[in-house]
């Protein structure tokens, strides 16, 4: 079975730095679009960021771009996301998964659990 663990979350102040880690079980991230997105407590999801296997391509979403970095490990099977100077309004339950094709895919149908990130002082 296809599986994702997110792990990396956790309790940080203002402007501090984490990494979350996408682990990919029982398949590779060859061929897919591998996303980024969190949801805080009484907002929509948001979709923050991509990175297409074909390419390597990335996309970002305005809120945090120039702050989030989005990159793959192929020899790890891993995706992760590196956060830096993080802002309270970072404050979500983060997810990642997969699509086919590029980024954005039509559909994102394989979720982990997600990781949740906290920014407070």
């Known amino acids: 079975q296809a599986h994702l663990v997110e792990s990396g979350g956790g309790l940080v102040q203002p402007g501090m730095s984490l990494r979350l880690s996408c682990a990919a079980s029982?398949?590779?991230?060859?061929?897919?679009?591998i996303g980024w997105l969190r949801q805080a407590p009484g907002k929509t999801r948001e979709a923050i960021s991509c990175i297409s296997s074909n390419d390597g391509s990335t996309d970002y979403a305005d809120s945090v771009k120039g702050r989030f970095t989005i990159f793959r490990d192929t020899a790890n099977n891993t995706v992760y996301l590196q956060m830096n100077n993080l802002e309270p309004e970072d404050t979500a339950l983060y997810y990642c998964?997969?699509?086919?094709?590029?980024?954005?895919?039509?559909?994102?149908?394989?979720w982990g659990r997600g990781t949740q990130v906290t920014v407070s002082s």
């Open positions: 998964a997969t699509g086919h094709g590029s980024c954005p895919p039509y559909e994102y149908d394989n």
């Open positions: 029982g398949f590779t991230f060859d061929y897919y679009a």
